[in-house]
């Protein structure tokens, strides 16, 4: 039987990449005033009779000093740069904005300090990937879907007949290649000069032959929020590896580096990408498991599917570089200073200028 195999990227205008992206808003925000902030935050946008709602809420530290004020300037900013065209019942004009964050957790507060042993945010399992078959290390079929899909965001933001939703699929493994292309555009765009486009664009990034279903359902000219609801954290498959890789539990988007579901994917990916990158094996996934309150994983497992180059104690030797202790984590990634705003959009991983991307000379 062929194996086929199938991922799916979304662009930052697809509604639930929207709500990840205002939440990390508040979370650099929160950071920049106070790296010692811890934030969970989630943010719930969709269209209404009355111009749309953007809820966020969640637990934040006070000395993260974030004011309703500060909430309705982010969004406004995150919202500027993922929409282009307001429709009636999602209108940037006329938004009803709302911050229900609450003070966090003092249990949670008391379970997590700042220091060498700080224990774990949260309890979870964490997976990070890493594969020799891509420039990215990154899985090929979700590394080549994710490609198009910045392509394709760059056309959307440089054609005014394209507004800003967008998802690209790709099925390899059969004798052709199957792209399916869904893009946002106004009503009276020329259609087959888009597929022209986006053929050329599929084109750059398919080495073989392929496949181009271009908006399938006809047209896509309602999107974005007033398409979609959105929602922080729903898209974990697409943030991560594709669905050829297992995921965790947990969502990254809007929480701070004590929280392991975010920290800890960050380590466990950047660990899987040094075993390959430094050619002790071919193809890595490592899983790492806490408890809240716990410095010390609860489990840390390294499998190489068969592809392991060196000795296992040398496999060892190399991973015990890698303390996994969360407080570890964030000094080794310098995680109280990145700029979370961007670390959002196309995957949390793959992207060299990101820390956990980072090839060690060990």
């Known amino acids: 039987m062929t194996k086929y195999v199938t991922a799916e990227t979304v662009s930052p205008g697809h509604p639930d990449k929207i709500a990840d992206l205002i939440s990390d808003y508040v979370l650099s925000k929160a950071l920049q005033n106070n790296n010692s902030s811890r934030v969970a935050v989630e943010t719930f946008l969709t269209g209404t009779k009355n111009g749309g709602i953007v809820l966020v809420g969640g637990e934040i530290s006070e000395i993260a000093n974030i004011t309703t004020e500060d909430i309705v300037e982010i969004v406004k900013e995150a919202l500027k740069k993922t929409i282009k065209t307001s429709f009636e019942d999602f209108n940037l004009d006329k938004l009803s904005i709302y911050n229900e964050l609450t003070p966090q957790s003092e249990e949670i507060r008391a379970a997590v300090e700042d220091d060498e042993d ?45 507004d800003l939703d967008s998802k690209v699929q790709v099925t390899t493994g059969g004798e052709k290649a199957k792209v399916v292309v869904s893009t946002q555009h106004h009503k009276d765009i020329n259609i087959e000069k888009l597929y022209e486009e986006v053929f050329k664009i599929v084109s750059n990034h398919v080495n073989s032959e392929f496949e181009l279903d271009l908006n399938p359902s006809g047209s896509f000219v309602k999107g974005g929020p007033a398409g979609d609801t959105g929602l922080t954290g729903r898209k974990i498959v697409v943030d991560a590896y594709g669905p050829s890789v297992p995921v965790g539990g947990g969502a990254f988007s809007g929480k701070d580096p004590s929280k392991v579901d975010r920290s800890a994917a960050y380590a466990a990916r950047h660990l899987a990408k040094n075993i390959v990158a430094h050619k002790l094996a071919e193809e890595c996934l490592v899983r790492v498991s806490y408890a809240i309150g716990k410095a010390d994983p609860y489990e840390l497992t390294i499998d190489t599917f068969e592809t392991l180059k060196v000795e296992e104690n040398s496999l060892n030797d190399f991973v015990s570089n890698f303390n996994m202790k969360p407080g570890a984590i964030i000094e080794r990634l310098d995680l109280t200073n990145v700029d979370y705003r961007t670390d959002t959009l196309f995957s949390h991983f793959g992207h060299p200028d990101r820390n956990w991307e980072k090839i060690e000379n060990i």
């Open 118 to 162: 700080q224990g774990a945010g949260d309890q979870g399992i964490m997976v990070g990937f890493a594969t020799d078959k891509t420039e990215s290390f990154m899985p090929p079929t979700f590394d080549m879907s994710r490609n198009i899909q910045k392509s394709l965001w760059d056309l959307q933001n440089s054609d005014e007949m394209l």
